[in-house]
């Protein structure tokens, strides 16, 4: 079946530093992939997708190439803020099969000022 | 527009007890998802409503739990008797038709005693 394996966390870095969280994936076929960000107090908020091989996603400074060679979707972003900080969401929805999304277990990320 | 909401936010009860979890999604949206995260791990897909009919609830864990959504709008999941593993978030989601974008709410957090 589908899978997803996120960096765990928390992750903590100070101001302006550079974020990278993992993500690798197990799926068949050509999956979409997306993360989502969970702010404190808040509901799960789309952050940005990729849908096919090679496609780049990205919103609000943060980058994800969707690699099929490696099954990887890592976000990365090159100054992070404190209002990055929060819960960071790995996921995928196959194109066969069972069309709900699978998440990863979510990275908690603290940027202090 | 208000967004996907779900009540109530936080639930307390003893094991054995029974839990009625609301989610009214955003209106007009036919496709509604239920998820939920235990324990800080990966959110797990549960259910998947399209109007009223249950579309795939293969994520449902047992038959303490229940989820309906009568007239097609908003759904309820109960859980009776609850158990102590049952504690977690409760996610609800709807699916915007044009883009395929889903839309979370905030999650119902749900302790058992």
């Known amino acids: 079946g589908n899978s997803v394996t996120q960096m765990e966390g928390p992750v903590t870095l100070s101001e302006e530093a550079f974020l990278t969280i993992n993500c690798t994936y197990t799926?068949?076929?050509?999956?979409?992939l997306f993360w989502y960000v969970q702010y404190p107090g808040e509901g799960l908020q789309l952050l940005l997708k990729?849908?096919?091989?090679?496609d780049k996603g990205s919103n609000k400074g943060f980058e994800a190439t969707y690699r099929k060679e490696t099954t990887s979707f890592h976000l990365e972003k090159g100054s992070v803020q404190v209002s990055d900080s929060a819960v960071y969401f790995c996921a995928l929805r196959g194109n066969t099969g069972r069309r709900a999304l699978t998440f990863g277990s979510g990275t908690r990320l603290q940027v202090q000022p | 527009e208000a967004g996907v909401t779900q009540f109530p936010s936080h639930s307390v009860i003893e094991k054995g007890q029974t839990v009625t979890l609301r989610c009214d999604p955003i209106s007009g949206h036919d496709n509604l998802y239920w998820y939920r995260r235990v324990m800080g791990k990966e959110i797990k897909f549960l259910l998947h409503?399209?109007?009223?009919?249950?579309?795939?609830e293969s994520g449902m864990p047992n038959n303490r739990f229940l989820a309906e959504r009568t007239g097609g709008t908003y759904s309820t999941l109960k859980v009776q008797p609850a158990e102590l593993e049952d504690s977690g978030v409760y996610f609800c989601?709807?699916?915007?038709?044009?883009?395929?974008?889903?839309?979370f709410g905030e999650g119902s957090r749900l302790t058992v005693l």
């Open positions: 409503f399209v109007k009223e009919s249950k579309q795939d």
């Open positions: 799926a068949t076929g050509y999956p979409s």
């Open positions: 990729a849908t096919k091989a090679d």
């Open positions: 989601a709807s699916k915007e038709e044009d883009t395929g974008e889903l839309f």
